[in-house]
């Protein structure tokens, strides 16, 4: 492989990132960022993964991330602070069981 001379993005074709906002608006609702669309531009599977369960899933960056990781026990409780002087107090009282796609009910 020929070292890289000059800009590294020199040789690449233009990207139209305000097309491609409206074009992952379209998909995923307005609350597309400027960040989002570079993050599609330069890594489109890691993008397209991320956003697709963040919508299915919403955002989780609340979550602690033990609870994440490692499903909840019934009878476990974890606090989940959503902004400054706003926390809520989950607890887990039941669950279902699994079913054939290996989903739960919480």
Known sequence: MAPV????????????????KRKLQYVHGNDITDKDVLS???????????????DV???VQNLPTYAYFSPLKV??????SLRKGKELQLKLVATTETDEDGNKQV
């Open 75 to 80: 009878g476990e409780e974890i606090k989940v």
């Open 5 to 20: 001379e000059g800009r590294p993005g020199a040789d690449l074709e233009p990207y139209d990132f305000d097309s491609e």
């Open 57 to 59: 899933y919403s955002t």
């Open 40 to 54: 599609a531009a330069l890594y489109p599977q890691v993008f397209k993964d991320y956003i697709d369960f963040k």
